[in-house]
Structures are given as C-alpha cells and as structure tokens.
C-alpha cells in the first residue's frame, strides 16, 4: 500500500529541508571561522554555537521524522515506529534530545539579542 501523497510531500521537504540546512550552516560555519574580522570577538562563537545547535536539530529530524501536533498552546512529537530503525526507547530518546536543540535554539537567539543589545550600548554611550 502507498502512503498518502501528503505523507510522500512530507517526506520529500524534510529531506530537502535537513539537507539543506545542513550543507548551508556548515557552510556560515566555515565563513564565520575564515571571512570574519577578528574583533566580533566572541560574537563569532554565539553563531557556530547557533549553527552547530541547527546542523544538529536538522540532523535528527531527518532521522527520527517526527510528527508534530498542536492544539491552542500546547504540542507533542511522536514518530512512526514501523518507518524507523530505532528501538522504541532510542526514538523516545532521540526525541527528547530534538525537542532540546529546539529550546537550546530559542536559548541561542535570546542570547543573541542580549549580546547585541550591550554591543549597541556601549557604542551609543
């Protein structure tokens, strides 16, 4: 039986998108590291740190393949055992760690926003 062409689409964009994500982050990564001026300092680190964190959530969502719902504020990830090489336990786990990169993401970008916000006041002062 053939999956539903929503599920082929899916499958499709994930894989486009992980691939993609991967590829273009090493790709900032290696510019960061290389083209960067020296002053930006540790402004550099804050975005490998983002980079790394987003190779390594495109990574597992290829992997695992989650499924997300969400009604109103709240949302869960599950994964289809049958289509997956991974013991129940390891997915669970898999899981767990996506939904950490997932915060560690937000985390970076508040970070972010921080360290930008000091960096303008100490050059408007």
Do not use: W
């Not at 989650?66 to 898999?94: C, H, N, W």
């Not at 930008?116 to 002062?125: G, I, M, P, S």
């Amino acid at each position: 039986m053939r999956p539903p062409n929503f599920e082929i689409a899916k499958n499709y964009i994930q894989f486009l998108s992980s691939t993609l994500a991967v590829f273009l982050n090493s790709f900032l990564i290696f510019l960061i590291y290389t083209k960067s001026p020296k002053k930006m300092g540790n402004y550099r680190h804050l975005m490998c740190y983002f980079c790394g964190i987003s190779i390594i959530y495109a990574c597992l969502d290829f992997v695992v393949r989650p499924t997300i719902y969400s009604r109103g504020s709240a949302f869960f990830m599950m994964s289809d055992l049958r289509k997956g090489v991974f013991s129940q336990e390891v997915t669970r786990i898999l899981i767990c760690i996506l939904c950490g990169c997932c915060g560690s993401t937000i985390y970076g970008i508040v970070v972010h926003f921080v360290y930008r916000f000091f960096a303008l006041e100490r050059f408007v002062d």
